[in-house]
């Protein structure tokens, strides 16, 4: 009870920390980005340098996370990297398409961020192959931050703040490389290990989940459902492009054939983690469902062989990757995969409303 407390506190003071950190001078005082790993059982599997992270580590992870907050990144000054990858979401969004600069919407749903040294691939199609390049990418989209990365650095040298501080970190003014490697350090240190399901698994604490949840988690991980296929590792995903027998609706997304340029990959999508969902709905790559109840009704009306006959007269059925192993499940063995699903969520990850207002 008492540590709780003291941890709690200690997030607190740091979510003050980024409020205040845009547009203000970084203060080495404040507690750090990285402190919440503590919250981490050992156990857990963290490479070294995260869990241990070193001071020119932590000194780039502070100022990526004075960068990911500033929207002095945006053409017009309107919009940071967190108005669509928002703390409290999971870094995620709870929209199904976020809003850029000037009101475009995004092409498909925000992804949350966590865990990211485990990725290979980023974007839904894996159109990105290294962290640090994303940044590139958005910052180049119309539809995001539509500010290319010469004009940033630009601006960046004109704030003696920021000037100070890339000199005090990297010993040189900002410039491309510097400005995407401060923004990758920052976003390696987004570590989530620490729900009630790390608690039993990594932890051997027995108590850590509810009936229902350990009713929920052998089905999970059974072949009633056919999950793990596709949901395994330590985040629950293959990091691998599948159609998960969602039908197509509106507007066609081709998913990893834009970068295969592999017919067959028409419509696959990366798995996505299964971590955090109660903060990150809605789901799929275009937001289509609000519920996690939703997603489990897709599933279990996937496993039936004649699912495709009651699709809506808009939609067009494409041919699935999901294994036929699975049954159909009942209603209190859906509830119990639903309570299953929300043992993988992270309170001391997640950030309340108020404390990221950017
Ligand atoms: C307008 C909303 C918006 C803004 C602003 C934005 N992003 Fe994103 N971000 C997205 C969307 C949407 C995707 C998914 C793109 C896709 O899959 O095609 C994404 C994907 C990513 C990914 C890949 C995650 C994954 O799991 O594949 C990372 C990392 C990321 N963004 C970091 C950033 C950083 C850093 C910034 C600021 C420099 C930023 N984003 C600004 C909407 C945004
Ligand atoms: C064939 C591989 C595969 C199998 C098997 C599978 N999934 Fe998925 N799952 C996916 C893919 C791919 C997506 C993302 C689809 C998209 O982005 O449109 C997804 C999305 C999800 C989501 C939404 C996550 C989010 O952030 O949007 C949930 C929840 C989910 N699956 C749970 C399950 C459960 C529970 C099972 C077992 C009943 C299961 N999945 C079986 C591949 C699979």
């Not at 750090?32 to 070294?48: G, V």
């Not at 669509?84 to 199904?96: L, N, R, T, Y």
């Not at 180049?140 to 630009?154: A, F, G, K, Q, S």
């Amino acid at each position: 009870m008492g540590r709780k407390i003291i941890t709690n506190g200690l997030l607190l003071l740091f979510l003050g920390g980024c409020i205040l950190n845009t547009g203000e001078r970084w203060n080495t005082e404040r507690p750090h980005p990285a402190d919440h790993i503590k919250e981490i059982p050992d156990l857990y599997p963290l490479p070294d340098s995260l869990r241990n992270p070193g001071s020119f580590t932590l000194s780039q992870m502070a100022l990526g996370q004075k960068l990911f907050f500033d929207k002095r990144l945006s053409a017009n000054g309107s919009i940071s990297c967190a108005s669509c990858h928002k703390p409290q979401f999971a870094f995620g969004d709870s929209i199904a398409l976020s809003l850029g600069t000037g009101g475009y919407s995004t092409q498909r749903n925000t992804p949350p961020l966590f865990n990211l040294f485990r990725q290979n691939r980023f974007f839904r199609d894996g159109g990105v192959a290294r962290l640090s390049e994303v940044a590139l990418s958005s910052m180049n989209e119309i539809h995001e931050l539509n500010l290319p990365i010469d004009t940033l650095v630009r601006r960046l040298r004109s704030i003696p703040e920021y000037a100070q501080d890339f000199n005090r970190v990297y010993k040189r003014m900002p410039d491309p490389y510097t400005v995407m490697q401060a923004l990758k350090s920052y976003q390696l240190s987004l570590l989530s290990g620490s729900s009630r399901y790390d608690r039993f698994r990594y932890r051997k604490d027995s108590t850590a989940l509810t009936p229902a949840a350990s009713r929920g988690m052998k089905l999970f991980f059974s072949e009633a459902t056919f999950c793990t296929s596709c949901h395994n590792g330590p985040d629950f995903t293959d990091g691998l492009f599948h159609r998960n027998g969602i039908p197509e609706v509106g507007r066609p997304d081709t998913g990893r054939a834009r970068i295969s340029m592999n017919w067959g990959d028409y419509a696959r999508f990366r798995t996505p983690s299964l971590r955090n969902l109660s903060f990150t709905a809605p789901y799929m790559h275009d937001g289509r469902f609000n519920t996690i109840k939703e997603v489990l009704e897709h599933y279990n009306r996937a496993v039936l062989s004649n699912y495709s006959n009651s699709l809506p007269s808009d939609s067009h059925n494409l041919p699935s990757d999901l294994p036929r192993t699975g049954r159909v499940l009942t209603t209190a063995e859906l509830q119990d995969l639903e309570a299953f699903l929300k043992h993988l969520n992270d309170s001391t990850f997640v950030r309340t409303p108020a404390e990221s207002t950017q």
